[in-house]
């Protein structure tokens, strides 16, 4: 792997740095999740481009962020002693209240993949065989931008109407709802034809918050369940001395290759703050100390069960490689941290 190569994928996985990700302030509750990372080599079924050109997320420009930031400004409902108690924190609970919540009322689709949540953008993929179905909610400022094809017609969804668009004659159909509260929705899907589309698409229904959090495959990482993949993800990994896990505790909802890339890259970084501190005082043993650590990333069980599914290990690997071999990594290690 050359160096263009390892700057593109450790670049994905923390495009904004582990600097920023320590200094997200606790009260933001982060959460944004790394997009970079959401944009693997995992293999997956995709749908063709849209023709609507507005960016969901504008990775050239400010997003792929370090962490989903938990919606800021949601309230916690009001406590009802009467209500049973939850499996889910408040936090998560906050955040996901503020969303559609939307599974597809039939037992061959299931979530497949949250790459992004956030109160007014997120998206949901399902999955049924090799197909999927996507579901964006994305901020009403938003609401009308759509290039220059009209739509095929209307569709009424979940009590709203809005346009059915596809591109050009294919069986890719997008369909708009209008703003209702802060976001509107899109959903999106290559079925085969308009008739399964709009099929599948009466099936969206809206649930309560637990039932939607239960409906999450093991796959996804939710924040109830962050301490224990931690744990178990650092169980053969070397940290070094000041290793703070607190940020990634505060993650919402992520699918599991993402969340190894995010819990990896803050071991990394780590690992390089006491890399540059012993540079800087000529500290041999300091330095050793992480030439060894990252030399033995390529027994790391996380990083093996990785690389099943995307090329994130390789880029670890080679550092750790790099390292050992005595090579000039300054440019890595600006990408990775």
Same mark, same amino acid.
């Given at each position: 792997? =050359?160096?263009?190569?390892?700057?593109?994928?450790?670049?994905?996985?923390?495009?904004?740095?582990?600097? =920023?990700?320590?200094?997200?302030?606790?009260?933001?509750?982060?959460?944004?999740?790394?997009?970079?990372?959401?944009?693997?080599?995992?293999?997956?079924?995709?749908?063709?481009?849209?023709?609507?050109?507005?960016? /969901?997320?504008?990775?050239?420009?400010?997003?792929?962020?370090?962490?989903?930031?938990?919606?800021?400004?949601?309230?916690?409902?009001?406590?009802?002693?009467?209500?049973?108690?939850?499996?889910?924190?408040?936090?998560?609970?906050?955040?996901?209240?503020?969303?559609?919540?939307?599974?597809?009322?039939?037992?061959?689709?299931?979530?497949?993949?949250?790459?992004?949540?956030?109160?007014?953008?997120?998206?949901?993929?399902?999955?049924s065989g090799r197909q999927m179905f996507q579901v964006?909610?994305?901020?009403?400022?938003?609401?009308?931008?759509?290039?220059?094809?009209?739509?095929?017609?209307?569709?009424?969804?979940? $009590?709203?109407? $809005?346009?059915?668009?596809?591109? $050009?004659?294919?069986?890719?159909?997008?369909? !708009?709802?209008?703003?209702?509260?802060?976001?509107?929705?899109?959903?999106?899907?290559?079925?085969?034809?308009?008739?399964? /589309?709009?099929?599948?698409?009466?099936?969206?229904?809206?649930?309560?918050?637990?039932?939607?959090?239960?409906?999450?495959?093991?796959?996804?990482?939710?924040?109830?369940?962050?301490?224990?993949?931690?744990?178990?993800?650092?169980?053969?990994?070397?940290?070094?001395?000041?290793?703070?896990?607190?940020?990634?505790?505060?993650?919402?909802?992520?699918?599991?290759?993402?969340?190894?890339?995010?819990?990896?890259?803050?071991?990394?970084?780590?690992?390089?703050?006491?890399?540059?501190?012993?540079?800087?005082?000529?500290?041999?043993?300091?330095?050793?100390?992480?030439?060894?650590?990252?030399? $033995?990333?390529?027994?790391?069980?996380?990083?093996?069960?990785?690389?099943?599914?995307?090329? !994130?290990?390789?880029?670890?690997?080679?550092?750790?490689?790099?390292?050992?071999?005595?090579?000039?990594?300054?440019?890595?290690?600006?990408?990775?941290?």
């Open positions: 792997m =050359n160096d263009s190569e390892f700057d593109r994928l450790v670049a994905r996985a923390n495009p904004y740095g582990a600097d =920023n990700l320590r200094q997200v302030p606790d009260e933001a509750a982060a959460s944004e999740l790394l997009e970079a990372i959401l944009n693997t080599d995992a293999p997956a079924p995709r749908l063709k481009p849209a023709t609507r050109r507005r960016p /969901f997320i504008a990775i050239a420009a400010a997003a792929a962020a370090a962490v989903i930031a938990a919606a800021s400004g949601v309230f916690l409902p009001e406590n009802n002693p009467a209500a049973p108690v939850s499996a889910y924190g408040a936090e998560l609970r906050a955040a996901t209240d503020a969303t559609p919540r939307l599974l597809i009322d039939d037992p061959a689709w299931t979530i497949a993949d949250i790459p992004q949540f956030t109160a007014k953008e997120g998206e949901i993929k399902f999955r964006n909610w994305r901020a009403k400022e938003g609401y009308g931008v759509r290039g220059e094809v009209g739509p095929r017609g209307t569709i009424t969804l979940l $009590g709203q109407t $809005g346009p059915l668009y596809s591109s $050009g004659m294919s069986t890719d159909f997008e369909a !708009y709802l209008p703003p209702k509260g802060d976001y509107y929705l899109t959903i999106r899907a290559d079925l085969g034809s308009e008739a399964k /589309f709009r099929s599948v698409a009466a099936k969206l229904k809206t649930v309560d918050t637990d039932t939607w959090l239960d409906a999450m495959p093991a796959a996804i990482v939710k924040q109830s369940d962050a301490p224990r993949v931690v744990d178990e993800m650092l169980a053969d990994v070397p940290t070094p001395k000041g290793f703070d896990r607190a940020p990634l505790l505060k993650v919402l909802v992520l699918e599991r290759y993402q969340f190894g890339a995010m819990v990896i890259n803050a071991v990394t970084c780590t690992w390089h703050e006491q890399w540059l501190a012993a540079k800087k005082t000529g500290d041999k043993a300091k330095e050793k100390e992480v030439v060894t650590a990252l030399a $033995g990333s390529r027994s790391w069980k996380v990083l093996q069960e990785m690389a099943r599914r995307g090329r !994130y290990s390789d880029g670890i690997w080679d550092l750790g490689d790099g390292l050992v071999k005595g090579k000039d990594l300054a440019r890595r290690w600006a990408n990775v941290c």
